[in-house]
């Protein structure tokens, strides 16, 4: 209860640090005057256009990206397992990429995520037509592998094939994971799916804490597996899916943060479940920030600074792994 106050806390302050923090300064009264209407014009366009979108979508971006991580961990029983296991990402990726290549990103601000909504749901298809069969864990995570591979292959095809060097640009600079530039209608797109993603993990909360002694062990406990991993498959696929069709490729939160506040829990995959999708907020916010301020002339794309955390921590995970099976 306390780890959850905490990140709470931090959460929230994280939260109205990122609504103050831009090129444009304009100081804290004028900030809160335009976040309420009240301020001028420019103060208020600047508070409730760019910088209120921007942090919301990190709030529930970081949470949808944490909360996915740590069940995942749970359902997989794997310590190294994270939202793009199961190959949602890569799929949302590439029907993005695809608007980019056919010219249709730019007839419409919803052409770009409905192209990767459009990929994470053919994703959840071909997941849950194997999920509702009974598939072992091995499968799915097999069947998620497979997906990455096949969605990589075919972005990295899209880039090669592009006919035009400035929508290859914007292919790459979108896959590197950005919170620059929402708007209210990404909101308004993305999180009532997040939202619903959220809501299907909380229900398989008492399954993870079933499937933590093993399937055989879960099916003797009354879980029954198939409406399991199709609860956590589809809300896996539905939060990060939407995620990822509004902010791009953002990696490794998913990894980091179950291991973060795990030791500060009592290790029950349900306990993490909260902390977790809170401390994926807090991360993902501070990254946003340390984005904005990092380079004075400029932005770096929030994907980088998360890899940049995550890559060498993945590393460290695996040569702790392999030190413990020796």
Request: proline share 4%.
């Amino acid at each position: 209860m306390k780890l959850s106050v905490s990140l709470t806390l931090l959460t929230l302050a994280l939260f109205v640090l990122s609504l103050l923090v831009g090129p444009a300064e304009l100081g804290i009264g004028n900030s809160i005057a335009g976040l309420l209407a009240g301020g001028g014009e420019a103060a208020s366009i600047i508070m409730r256009e760019i910088r209120l979108p921007r942090a919301v979508l990190g709030l529930a971006i970081g949470v949808s990206l944490g909360l996915s991580g740590a069940v995942l961990q749970g359902f997989l029983r794997n310590p190294l397992a994270e939202p793009g296991v199961i190959g949602v990402s890569s799929m949302a990726a590439l029907g993005a990429v695809v608007m980019f290549y056919s010219g249709l990103a730019g007839s419409s601000l919803y052409a770009l995520p409905a192209g990767a909504l459009i990929g994470a749901f053919l994703a959840v298809l071909i997941l849950l037509a194997i999920a509702s069969r009974q598939g072992s864990t091995l499968t799915l995570i097999l069947a998620g592998i497979a997906l990455s591979s096949l969605a990589g292959a075919l972005t990295s095809l899209v880039l090669n094939l592009s006919p035009n060097p400035f929508a290859a640009y914007e292919i790459v600079f979108w896959l590197l994971g950005s919170l620059k530039d929402r708007s209210i209608e990404h909101v308004m797109l993305a999180l009532p799916l997040m939202v619903a993603g959220w809501l299907l993990i909380a229900v398989s909360a008492r399954a993870i804490d079933a499937l933590s002694l093993g399937e055989e062990a879960a099916a003797n406990l009354g879980i029954h597996m198939g409406r399991a991993r199709v609860l956590i498959v589809a809300g896996v696929a539905l939060s990060v899916g939407a995620a990822t069709a509004v902010s791009g490729t953002i990696g490794f939160i998913g990894l980091v943060v179950p291991h973060l506040v795990r030791p500060l829990t009592n290790r029950m995959p349900s306990s993490l479940l909260l902390p977790a999708g809170l401390g994926g907020a807090a991360l993902l916010l501070a990254a946003d920030i340390a984005a904005r301020v990092v380079l004075p002339a400029g932005e770096l794309n929030v994907g980088v600074l998360t890899a940049l955390i995550g890559a060498p921590f993945f590393l460290w995970l695996v040569m702790r792994a392999r030190r413990e099976m020796l």
